[in-house]
């Protein structure tokens, strides 16, 4: 059969199934089974007799989207809450990837601004950081105790605080991508500018290495969650300015779907960062520096493969599983 052909007979049926993976119709999953099952005989059929053709590739694609659907529903009966984090969101952090890159690029540009209008402007870090905060942490400097700063208030008081005070930073780096992704990057702005000005400051007073190992022991979960929720701000302002060949409404809610999801799973890592910082980091100059270091780059392994390398080995897995079905 010509492949013009096929494609001409086959059209109609492909562009209904793009709609069902869009969420446009609706289909029960003995339907999308159904589905499932003459896609791959269309996708077998194109990759013997069109192997190099655009066609197969679209075809291999479509499969995968309507696997992952298949995948989801199918799932719904067991731990909805260990389906989440395990597999929908690696997903959703996978075909988003490049947005968590763009978060990281402009946080740390933005970092490097902090650092260098540190250094260019001693009063940088005054007017950001406010003039008690500044004088108490010198205070505590000059009696050696850089990170004196995490030791004030109850740890139970401190920490309650600490999460909710988190969780609002984020949800302001989220929600501000309503207005086009703008918002989010204003917040994400602030917040690095501050973090490159908080640690530059710590470098001029000579106190860099005491500081890094308080800071850091809550501030790689706080910082990294910091980083995907802008990263979820900038996915909702894309839906917003780039719907693609959804209606802006549509492109928009599904935006919102998606992001929101991704934004709920740095939710434990921000009560984490918080109970770190409510009950360890007031012990970091008496802890020894090998359980600072564990404990920082423990963390940083974890929310990192997390985010950068699981949702590449969960996407993986789906494509072989979807081969497997082919074969």
Known sequence: MREVYFIKQNKEKWLGIEQVIQGKIKKNP???SSLYINLVNDLSFAQTYYPKSNTTVYLNHLSSQIFQKIYK???VEENRFLYFFKTEVPLLVYQYRRYLLYAFLFFTLFTLIGV???IYDKDFANIILGEDYVNQTIENIKKGNAVGIYQSGSTWGSTIGIIFNNIGVGAKLYIYGIAGGVGTLYALLSN???LGSFQYFFYDYGALKDSARGIWLHGVFEIFSMVVEAM???????????P????RF????NGFRDSFKIFLSTVPFTICAGIIEGYVTRHALKMPLFLNLIIIFGSLAVIGFYYFVYPSIVNKKINNQINDAIL
């Open 30 to 32: 003995d339907d999308l």
């Open 244 to 247: 693609k060949t959804f209606s």
């Open 250 to 253: 549509n492109s928009f809610k």
């Open 73 to 75: 529903t199918k799932r």
């Open 116 to 118: 260098l209008s540190a």
């Open 232 to 242: 979820c701000g900038l996915i909702l302002g894309a839906s917003i300015l780039f």
């Open 192 to 194: 690095s500018v501050m």
